[in-house]
């Protein structure tokens, strides 16, 4: 066992863990860690933890130390620096006549060394002899990189379609696909208009809440099966997921009652 944090260097960016270095770490808080491009400010999503490790997996790169108020400062004067590489990088683009390619972002390295610039094309769009140009305007060392219309969506950040913003930008970004299967299984209408997010993409939330509906599912009888519960035997005639409960049409009852699903066992007939 050993002891670990897990942290994001952008919102909802990848998770990585670390080593937490003697520290007591909570959710939030924000560090500078050590990582394999040198110094990066992080902020921490997962307290100190133990994890299983075998000793054949690499030890954890260690946080450095919390971040103090100059160093959020310095944060605040490279985003500045960043916003002047996309004004240059957008010069260039019109420079050259390259329209197919739309500068989404640049992420500034802490100690200012590097600057990652990122764009989305329709296809998959070469940008041969950008970076050298660039980094000359700079003063620093340029890369360029296309990237989906996810991560694009994520990078820019803003206003979902449901109101607040989007998830991509609230939450850590999750491994796992996001499938039609997922919005099935949550009775979501094959609409394009629900399940497609503003990125052109499945929603994001439809992973982040299918967990919840595919653990009801794999618990709750069927709609039209006949249930024995506390207040007697009936039929279900629907769900209602957030509440973990079934809503059942009793016999010899009127109306309909809510009963929990772990409450509720199905009546196998009789062959």
């Not at 990237?147 to 607040?164: I, K, L, T």
Request: glycine letters at 10%.
């Amino acid at each position: 066992m050993a002891w670990a944090v897990n942290v994001v260097f952008s919102p909802g960016g990848k998770v990585y863990s670390f080593d937490p270095n003697g520290l007591e770490l909570a959710w939030d808080e924000r560090v500078i860690c050590n990582t394999s491009r040198g110094p990066e400010l992080a902020r921490i999503v997962t307290g100190n933890h133990e994890v299983e490790r075998s000793p054949k997996d690499p030890p954890l790169r260690p946080i450095d130390r919390r971040a103090t108020p100059a160093d959020e400062e310095r944060v605040k004067d490279n985003r500045a620096v960043g916003r002047k590489a996309m004004l240059a990088f957008r010069d260039l683009l019109r420079e050259r006549g390259i329209q197919n390619a739309r500068p989404v972002g640049a992420e500034v390295s802490f100690d200012g060394s590097r600057i990652a610039l990122t764009y989305r094309a329709e296809e998959r769009t070469e940008l041969r002899g950008i970076s050298g140009p660039l980094s000359s305007r700079m003063g620093t060392r340029v890369e360029v990189r296309q990237v989906s219309p996810r991560e694009a969506a994520r990078q820019c950040g803003g206003g979902g379609m449901c109101g607040p913003v989007r998830c991509c930008t609230r939450f850590p970004s999750h491994e796992q696909p996001i499938t039609l299967r997922m919005a099935k299984d949550q009775d979501v209408p094959m609409n394009p208009g629900r399940i497609t997010g503003l990125c052109g993409r499945l929603r994001c939330c439809l992973a982040f809440e299918h967990p919840v509906y595919r653990s009801f599912r794999d618990r709750a009888p069927a709609v039209g099966r006949m249930v024995k519960t506390p207040q007697g035997r009936g039929i279900v005639r629907s769900y209602k997921v957030l509440d973990d409960t079934l809503v059942v049409a009793l016999e010899g009852v009127p109306g309909e009652v809510d009963v929990r699903v772990d409450d509720a066992s199905e009546i196998t007939p009789r062959s």
